[in-house]
């Protein structure tokens, strides 16, 4: 079982906790459980909010401005109260700023203009971009900053706090708070993964990469498959995509197969004509794919020079 004590800032005792199990019933109140607000209802806010109540801290308010996100916030934190960001802000010793990316500077300022105590309050943003820096304004007033990052997908339901259990969360912190973002972590069912600030644009791309451009390829490969009179292109593309993503994983480019590591030009060629009669989209992101996998097949010594440059030649004829 993983262990760790901390001392959550402004608490005189010690706390020592195991990690939760998502699964199991809320533990019983702690003596230094903070109290947890929230200010955005978005699907990660409420969440984040569901397992730190569940791992014993005390919500004490939720902001939310359409809706869709009182009605979530009613599902996912039943009995806490709708307050304005100020208000939230103001009752809490931990406050999560769960908004979008863009609007978070913005938030940040307000918040830190509104005169509202900050000495000494957690506040913990969850955006994958931004770091710590982005909370300076409210730093500067003795706000103690975290970004908390959780890597995965949610969908506002109540089982969202089970897929907390062993995901990372890219965490970027001060020194004399990197106990305290790894204990509020663990708390989730998280793993804390340090990301240093100046690498935060970088880890963030990265993911994005990979899970929101891996979306829109699927769905096109669906859309591609349903074109060429496949009744169900999910039945189809699950067994091979999950081979896929596991040798992807496991073995690197030398997980790479297909045609363009095969080095089958006139294959290549032939599905370049079939995409240019179906999607020029399609055949846009095709062809731009196949060079990168093409360059990275010939630096991983998969592909010999000749068999490369004959695969580009043929890309290189697509409409652009």
Request: aromatic share 2%.
């Amino acid at each position: 079982m993983l262990i760790s004590a901390v001392w959550y800032p402004g608490w005189s005792e010690r706390e020592t906790d195991a990690m939760p199990n998502p699964a199991e019933p809320p533990t019983p109140p702690h003596p230094a459980r903070l109290r947890v607000g929230v200010i955005g209802a978005g699907r990660v806010g409420v969440t984040l909010g569901a397992a730190l109540a569940r791992a014993g801290h005390l919500l004490t308010g939720v902001s939310a401005v359409s809706e869709a996100s009182r009605q979530r916030a009613a599902r996912m934190l039943p009995g806490t109260g709708i307050k304005q960001p100020q208000d939230v802000l103001a009752g809490a010793d931990l406050a999560l700023l769960t908004v979008p990316d863009d609007v978070l500077p913005g938030l940040v300022e307000g918040l830190s203009a509104t005169g509202t105590p900050l000495e000494g309050r957690l506040l913990a943003h969850t955006s994958g971009r931004h770091g710590i820096a982005v909370l300076a304004p409210a730093t500067r007033l003795g706000a103690l900053p975290l970004a908390l990052h959780p890597v995965m997908t949610f969908t506002g339901r109540p089982d969202d706090v089970n897929r907390l259990a062993g995901i990372s969360f890219g965490v970027t912190a001060p020194e004399s708070l990197r106990l305290v973002a790894e204990a509020l972590v663990i708390e989730m069912g998280g793993e804390p993964v340090f990301i240093e600030e100046a690498s935060r644009e970088l880890y963030h791309a990265a993911l994005a990469s990979a899970a929101n451009h891996l979306v829109t390829l699927v769905v096109q490969a669906a859309e591609l498959l349903g074109v060429a009179g496949v009744a169900d292109p999910a039945r189809m593309l699950t067994p091979l995509l999950s081979a896929a993503l596991d040798n992807a994983l496991r073995l690197g480019d030398a997980g790479l197969t297909g045609p363009v590591a095969r080095a089958d030009a006139e294959t290549v060629a032939g599905h370049l004509d079939a995409l240019r009669q179906v999607s020029p989209e399609a055949l846009r992101a095709y062809v731009a794919l196949a060079r990168l996998t093409a360059d990275r097949a010939l630096a991983a010594g998969i592909l010999d020079p000749p068999d490369a440059q004959r695969l580009l030649d043929v890309l290189a004829s697509a409409p652009r």
